[in-house]
C-alpha cells in the first residue's frame, strides 16, 4: 500500500498499473475521495463491495474521461440528458442512463441502468485519461462512514485494502454529485448533491 502525490505524473502511472491489474485506487475526486476499480472488471468491481462492506443491491457509480466514453457504457439517452452533459460536465452531475452491453451487471446490482459521470478533478481526470478505462468508483470509506474529504481518512478506513492512494489534498465540494435520472421519459432527481 503507497500514498503518492497525485500530482506526480509517476504516480498516476503507478495508480493506472493497479488499476489494469484489478486492483483498488483511491482518488480524489471534485466532490469526495473514490474507491476506484475497472469498471470493466466484474472481479475488481467485486473488491469495491468487499473493502466498503458495501450491500451488493446498493449501485456504484462509473467515472468516465469525456461524454464520448460515456455514450459507449450506455444504450440510447432520454432527451435532456445531452443538454445535461455539455451544461455540467465535467462536474458534480451523474446521470442514470440505459446500460449499455459492456458493463457488468454487478455495477448496476442488477438494475438495467448504469449511473455515470465525467470528474472535473485533475486527479481524477489525469488518471482516466493515462489508464484509459471507465473506473467504478463509490466513496473512499468503509459503509456506514463519513464520506472522506482528505486521503487520510480513505487510508484510516480502508488501510491495505488499497493499493494505491492518490493525494490531491481537500477535496472542494465535499458533498456527494447530484443524480438526476428518468423514469418514462421524466427527468428525476434521485439524489440532491
Ligand atoms: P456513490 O456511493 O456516491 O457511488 O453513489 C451511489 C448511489 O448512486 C447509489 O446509492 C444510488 O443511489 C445511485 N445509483 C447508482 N447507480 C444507479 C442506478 N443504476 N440507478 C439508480 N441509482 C443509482
Ligand atoms: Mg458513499
Redesign the pocket.
Known amino acids: 500500500m503507497r500514498v503518492l502525490d497525485g500530482e506526480d505524473p509517476v504516480a498516476i502511472t503507478t495508480a493506472a498499473t493497479a488499476l489494469r491489474a484489478g486492483r483498488l485506487v483511491v482518488m480524489p475526486t471534485e466532490?469526495?475521495y473514490?474507491l476506484a476499480a475497472n469498471a470493466l472488471d466484474p472481479a475488481a468491481v467485486a473488491r469495491i463491495f468487499e473493502a466498503k462492506g458495501?450491500p451488493a443491491d446498493?449501485?456504484?457509480?462509473v467515472h468516465v474521461a469525456d461524454a464520448e466514453a460515456a455514450h459507449k457504457l450506455t444504450g440510447e439517452w432520454p432527451e435532456g440528458a445531452h443538454q445535461l452533459a455539455r451544461r455540467f460536465w465535467p462536474g458534480p452531475l451523474?446521470l442514470?442512463l440505459p446500460?449499455g452491453p459492456d458493463v457488468p451487471p454487478i455495477?448496476?446490482?442488477g438494475?438495467?441502468?448504469?449511473?455515470v459521470r465525467v470528474p472535473v478533478h485533475p486527479v481524477a481526470r489525469a488518471l482516466l485519461e493515462e489508464v484509459g478505462l471507465p473506473l467504478?468508483?463509490?466513496?473512499a470509506n468503509v459503509s456506514g462512514r463519513p464520506?472522506p474529504t482528505r486521503v487520510e481518512h480513505a487510508v484510516a478506513d480502508l488501510g491495505v485494502k488499497v493499493s494505491v492512494y492518490l493525494d490531491g489534498g481537500p477535496c472542494e465540494v465535499g458533498v456527494?454529485?447530484t443524480?438526476v435520472?428518468w423514469a418514462e421519459g421524466h427527468p428525476l432527481v434521485?439524489?440532491e448533491g
Open positions: 466532490t469526495v473514490g458495501r446498493n449501485p456504484v457509480i451523474t442514470v446500460r455495477i448496476s446490482g438494475l438495467p441502468t448504469v449511473a467504478a468508483a463509490p466513496s464520506s456527494e454529485s443524480i435520472g434521485f439524489r
